[in-house]
């Protein structure tokens, strides 16, 4: 295939992700590399829905996929362009992200979204790990393992997938969910994490991560984050999914859109 591994860059729940060299592209490509004898669940009902969501996604904010192909029976290999780092590494080395640059890179994410939502397409694990960072700076969202055509806008599902900590709560009360809202809820963690550094809920104790969703947001006291930026996050966060904004009232919203000179 003209692919020569030279080192692991990820590694997820169901994947490995290598760093490879490539004759065809003349340069280096990420290679995702799923095995389909370890996760025969996976493979079976998710893989072919990543696989077609591949075909279909065309985007500057979403992570562009070369070709994907089987190595024998057991691995699938997708092959991709390749990033920098990730948001959340980006977050672990500068702490957390100033202000106007993730006003940039979450304008950057909604487009994405919002993009995925009009082509009837949710996410379902949308997290920092999930952000990736070019070179010049730009986001790629990536990873649609969880990803799911909606053949409705308020259509449901009931499928327990993504991470915890970035779940909404009626996903983690095993109800049935509206997954476009999910991503929603998905980026207003991604936001508050951005802005302050740290998660906003505690996965540690899985049983009472539902409840603590639905106390008042608390803020770290040694970061300065203004009352317009928190009240776009409550609004993010809303624990009734039907009270929480779709990704096109997101993507509206003042907040990503007035300048320094208008905030306050």
């Not at 302050?196 to 803020?219: H, I, K, S």
């Given at each position: 295939m003209g692919y020569k591994c030279i080192a692991m860059i990820g590694e997820g729940t169901y994947a490995k992700v290598k760093l490879a060299t490539s004759k065809k592209h003349q340069r280096n490509v990420a290679i995702k590399i799923v095995n389909r004898d370890k996760y025969p669940d996976f493979a079976e009902k998710f893989l072919p829905r990543e696989l077609a969501i591949l075909r279909r996604v065309h985007h500057d904010h979403i992570i562009n996929v070369h070709e994907y192909f089987q190595v024998g029976r057991r691995y699938v290999c997708i092959v991709m362009d390749v990033a920098e780092k990730d948001l959340l590494q980006k977050i672990h080395e500068d702490k957390r992200i100033p202000k106007e640059q993730t006003k940039t890179w979450f304008s950057q994410m909604v487009s994405a979204v919002n993009y995925l939502h009009q082509i009837d397409i949710a996410h379902r694990d949308l997290k920092c790990e999930n952000i990736l960072l070019t070179t010049d700076g730009l986001v790629k969202i990536c990873d649609f393992g969880f990803g799911r055509f909606m053949k409705e806008s308020f259509q449901h599902s009931h499928t327990f997938c993504g991470s915890a900590a970035y779940c909404p709560p009626e996903v983690l009360r095993n109800m049935a969910y509206v997954p476009k809202k999910y991503d929603v809820w998905s980026l207003g963690v991604i936001l508050y994490t951005m802005?302050?550094?740290?998660?906003?809920?505690?996965?540690?104790?899985?049983?009472?991560?539902?409840?603590?969703?639905?106390?008042?947001?608390?803020?770290?006291?040694?970061?300065d984050v203004e009352e317009s930026c928190r009240a776009f996050i409550a609004t993010l966060l809303q624990v009734n999914p039907s009270a929480r904004p779709n990704i096109q009232q997101v993507k509206e919203h003042p907040w990503l859109k007035v300048d320094d000179a208008q905030d306050s």
């Open positions: 802005i302050t550094g740290l998660l906003p809920f505690d996965d540690a104790n899985m049983g009472q991560l539902a409840r603590l969703m639905e106390m008042p947001l608390v803020y770290p006291d040694n970061v």
